[in-house]
């Protein structure tokens, strides 16, 4: 059995009050303050290069794909043609590269309230954004996503096929693009076909978050499929949610997300595939009891 590494040469993060995870350091690589968070990148010996804001984890270049492809995919193979997307947050630019894996994608705006975080995934975090930062249907906002939400896309009259909220955890500053009227300002925005994709947090160690999350989507959507995944870098199970009126990635059966994969000429895909879709909706008894109705 290895030796714990000594606290000094931890990254830890909780995930409760009563439990967390750690990772060895490495070296930092650059860490500061912005008008709105801390931030730190690490050059880490298990994950590579690393991004925190605020003590907690936010991606990393080895696993980034574990959340992002299922942030985006689960949702966007359910619909039909999605050719424009809002990301609010999201600003090392996982999402949007996800995004733009689909050939009738004609817009993706991103809205990101701290530009560094943009700036950060420009200088370090080439393999999680791979370019997507600078394509040219991207439309990057630096602004408060709330203010996007309820006043500029109103009135530039944008509609959305799917709004994708890649945010920090629901508290601080990202608490007000957690609540039901939030959710019910995106869903004004939406396509018919429209979904919001956001992930939840961990069922383990923060059901009581999970399970009023989904109790706010469920008031205002008429379908609300969690989904759950292994985040490495956040040291647990993770809860997503897919919430919409018309599109419900659940109904979709192996064969019909191969069919779409394929003609979509969607590849270079290291997690998401038929059989994880469709067992992202096939959940152990304690996760049917957390999410029920």
Same mark, same amino acid.
């Given at each position: ?42 050059? +880490? ?74 700036? =950060? ?17 991207? +439309?990057?906002? =630096? ?122 000429? =969607? ?27």
């Amino acid at each position: 059995m290895s030796e714990a590494p000594k606290p000094d040469d931890m990254l830890i993060e909780p995930l409760n009050d009563q439990a967390g995870h750690y990772l060895v350091k490495g070296r930092l690589i650059e860490a500061g303050d912005t008008p709105y968070q801390h931030y730190e990148v690490w050059d +880490t010996p298990h994950f590579g290069k690393l991004f925190r804001l605020d003590g907690f984890f936010m991606t990393s270049e080895r696993d980034e794909f574990f959340y992002h492809e299922n942030l985006i995919h689960v949702p966007a193979i359910a619909m039909d043609a999605p050719r424009r997307a809002l990301v609010i947050g999201g600003g090392d630019g996982g999402s949007v590269d996800e995004l733009f894996k689909y050939p009738d994608m004609e817009e993706a705006v991103l809205v990101e309230l701290d530009g560094k975080v943009v700036d =950060i995934a420009r200088a370090h975090l080439a393999c999680v954004h791979n370019g997507a930062l600078d394509d040219p249907r991207l +439309t990057l906002r =630096i602004e408060d996503g709330l203010h996007y939400v309820r006043v500029v896309a109103p009135e530039e009259g944008k509609r959305f096929d799917l709004v994708v909220l890649d945010l920090t955890d629901p508290i601080g500053p990202a608490a007000d693009l957690y609540t039901e009227e939030f959710f019910a300002q995106c869903k004004a925005l939406m396509t018919p076909q429209g979904a919001i994709s956001l992930h939840l947090g961990a069922p383990v160690y923060q059901p009581d978050r999970v399970r009023e999350l989904l109790g706010r989507l469920r008031r205002v959507f008429a379908h609300v499929r969690p989904h759950f995944h292994y985040i490495p870098l956040y040291g647990s199970l993770w809860g997503m949610a897919c919430a919409s009126d018309a599109t419900d990635p659940a109904t979709l059966d192996g064969a019909a997300v191969t069919r779409r994969l394929s003609e979509r000429a =969607i590849d270079h895909l290291q997690y998401y595939n038929a059989d994880t879709h469709c067992a992202a909706f096939m959940y152990p008894t304690y996760l049917r009891d957390l999410i029920a109705e």
